[in-house]
């Protein structure tokens, strides 16, 4: 029996990349009118080899690359970039089709919801707050609560603990299946692998379950507690 359905955060019920792509691109723009004399590819080179060394959460990734081309941080340049990120993060900030609705029938079958994300808690609160999605979940983990990323088992164990509910009661929906399915799985939570938010070409997931639409979570609860 279902009692509960976990969810990753970006790229299962946010489009985080598509939004991280367009916030960068804008604060690009912005320090290049700003007086940041280098093409936009080349910036967009540092910013995403900054990433990859610190983590896409880094939070002063301006700064640094600022401060690795001037050995300084020039303000002007900065605040312009750090606005035009804003302005656009929020534009780009949107749901996948289709996850409020399967949000509240979820919830009309008495399931528990939660997340487990591996941004920091500030920023998944405040992107669940922005999308108006915070009073939806039972529990919400994210690393700063474990201080351990998928696939361990720690955020895992923490969710199912915060919810009342045995691995086997529960399902885990992820679009990164080294993480979101592995890391589950090792707990004995039933899997399933958000193809449509898939940004890593994966071709085998090992979940147990795929969707190309979240609704299809409705239909995977609804057949394993029917028993069929």
């Known amino acids: ?29 912005a320090m290049r009118d700003a007086g940041f004399r280098l093409t936009h590819e080349e910036i967009r080179k540092r910013i995403d080899a900054i990433y990859a060394e610190r983590g ?5 990734v301006f700064d640094q690359l600022l401060f690795d081309e001037f050995s300084k941080v020039d303000y002007k340049i900065l605040a312009s970039g750090i606005i035009a990120y804003r302005r656009a993060r929020e534009a780009a900030l949107v749901l996948y089709p289709h996850v409020s609705i399967t949000l509240i029938e979820l919830m009309k079958m008495n399931l528990k919801l939660a997340v487990v994300s591996d941004a920091p808690g500030r920023e ?11 009073h939806m979940f039972d529990a919400v983990v994210t690393f700063d609560d474990t201080k351990m990323r998928k696939p361990n088992r720690e955020p895992f ?10 691995a086997e009661e529960s ?10 399915v592995v890391g589950a799985a090792q707990v004995g939570m039933k899997t399933i692998f958000a193809r449509y938010g898939d940004t890593f070409g994966t071709v085998i997931s090992h979940a147990d379950y795929e969707v190309d639409d979240i609704t299809q979570v409705i239909d995977i609860v609804t057949q394993l507690n029917s028993g069929s």
């Open 1 to 29: 029996m279902i009692k509960a359905v976990v969810f990753d955060l970006d790229n299962t019920l946010v489009d985080f990349m598509a939004m991280k792509n367009q916030a960068i691109d804008a604060a690009i723009h």
């Open 124 to 134: 998944a609160w405040l992107r669940l707050c922005y999308l108006n999605l915070h």
């Open 157 to 166: 164990v923490e969710v199912l603990k915060r919810l009342g509910v045995r």
């Open 56 to 60: 896409i959460e880094f939070q002063s």
């Open 171 to 180: 399902l885990m929906i992820g679009d990164w299946a080294e993480r979101d």
